[in-house]
């Protein structure tokens, strides 16, 4: 049966195991991943990742080992792992900026990616920018300021995005100070 299963790694959404191959009289093929009893993967390699899983609670895992003649082994010893805890710092987007300058003002064009294991219901991507750029217009986001921070949400059609998912929204300002700085460090925070 497969020994040392350990926990390599967990998220809000995540667990990540890994263990030391087994050996029998008939070559190992491959091993079941069992959570809570209920088998949830095959795979050919010593490590796994189970996601989609639910923020701050515990999973229990076991592994058994299958050869080519159709045995399969006793299972492991049991790990148990617990998921972070979800929120507001989720680091389940990223964020892009394309900007296009013409010196009088400026469009960006910012790409939100879902960079996690689970699929995400909305975002949020904030900013600053100098008071020397007034924004003047927006598309596919709710585009808002206070000071210098802008703040740009998705809207009911582009909130939800797939693991690897992306989409795009703009922001147009006009330089109303020609020594303002047009730059962009987004900050994404994803909704679950």
């Given at each position: 049966?497969?020994?040392?299963?350990?926990?390599?790694?967990?998220?809000?959404?995540?667990?990540?195991?890994s263990?030391?191959?087994?050996?029998?009289?008939?070559?190992?093929?491959?091993?079941?991943?069992?959570?809570?009893?209920?088998?949830?993967?095959?795979?050919?390699?010593?490590?796994?990742?189970?996601?989609?899983?639910?923020?701050?609670?515990?999973?229990?895992?076991?592994?058994?080992?299958?050869?080519?003649a159709?045995?399969?082994?006793?299972?492991?010893?049991?790990?148990?792992?617990?998921?972070?805890?979800?929120?507001?710092?989720?680091?389940?987007?990223?964020?892009?900026?394309?900007?296009?300058?013409?010196?009088?003002?400026?469009?960006?064009?910012?790409?939100?990616?879902?960079?996690?294991?689970?699929?995400?219901?909305?975002?949020?991507?904030?900013?600053?920018w100098?008071?020397?750029?007034?924004?003047?217009?927006?598309?596919?986001?709710?585009?808002?300021?206070?000071?210098?921070n802008?703040?740009?949400?998705?809207?009911?059609?582009?909130?939800?995005?797939?693991?690897?998912?992306?989409?795009?929204?703009?922001?147009?300002?006009?330089?109303?100070?020609?020594?303002?700085?047009?730059?962009?460090?987004?900050?994404?925070?994803?909704?679950?």
């Amino acid at each position: 049966m497969p020994a040392g299963l350990t926990v390599t790694g967990s998220t809000a959404s995540s667990v990540s195991l890994s263990w030391t191959a087994s050996t029998d009289n008939t070559a190992v093929t491959g091993y079941d991943v069992y959570r809570a009893g209920t088998k949830v993967a095959s795979v050919t390699g010593t490590s796994y990742t189970d996601s989609g899983l639910s923020a701050a609670t515990a999973y229990s895992y076991t592994v058994r080992a299958k050869d080519a003649a159709g045995n399969v082994s006793a299972a492991s010893a049991a790990v148990t792992a617990t998921t972070s805890a979800g929120g507001g710092t989720s680091t389940g987007c990223a964020a892009t900026v394309s900007l296009n300058d013409w010196g009088g003002g400026l469009t960006a064009t910012v790409t939100v990616t879902n960079n996690g294991t689970a699929a995400v219901k909305g975002w949020q991507v904030a900013w600053t920018w100098p008071t020397g750029l007034q924004i003047s217009g927006s598309w596919s986001a709710d585009v808002a300021r206070s000071g210098q921070n802008v703040t740009a949400t998705s809207l009911a059609y582009n909130g939800a995005l797939a693991p690897s998912a992306s989409t795009s929204f703009g922001v147009q300002a006009t330089r109303t100070d020609s020594s303002a700085v047009a730059t962009v460090t987004p900050v994404c925070t994803a909704t679950s």
